[in-house]
């Protein structure tokens, strides 16, 4: 199989939304995603939000990692926080996964970046394995938390008081 990264473009918005919405079928959560081709032009176009790279094998789109800039105080460095990789199953196994990572890894030392990281579902045995043989740890100390729709609004509107 012949390999291939490229940086996402503008006009890889609907194969990007195509790739989200097999991720999240994979994932069990095709309930939720509510992206639309507008809204990742705007995100990933407009404000620059996030990058995207695209595998492709012989030509055929196989996956793709989407990831973004954060900070680390205690570091006093950006970082990256990896917040999707997905192959498409009939391309895993191949080394396009490892391609992806060790590319994200070139960003990371070529802007800096004092660390990569990304969650990874509890369920998922295959991807924890994998991104253990690559060095990769989890931390186990850390809680992710999440604030969403409604519980975001009723936070920013709430008033001074406990």
Known sequence: MDFRLEIATERDIPLILSLIKSLAEYEQLSHAVDATEDMLR??????????????????????????????????????????????????RRHGLGTMFLKRLAQIAL????????????????????????????????????RLKGEAIRALAQRDRRP
Not at 52 to 78: H, N, R, V
Not at 83 to 91: A, M, N, T
Not at 114 to 142: C, Q, T
């Open 42 to 91: 705007e995100s990933l176009f407009g404000r620059r939000a996030a990058e995207t790279l695209i595998g492709y094998c012989d030509g055929e789109p196989a996956g793709f990692a989407m990831y973004f800039q954060t900070f680390s105080t205690f570091k006093g460095l950006p970082g990256m926080y990896l917040e999707d990789l997905y192959v498409l199953p009939k391309f």
């Open 110 to 145: 070529e802007r800096n970046y004092g660390r990569i990281e990304w969650s990874v579902l509890d369920w998922n045995d295959l991807a924890i394995g994998f991104y253990r043989k690559l060095g990769a740890v989890p931390m186990d100390e850390w809680t992710v938390f």
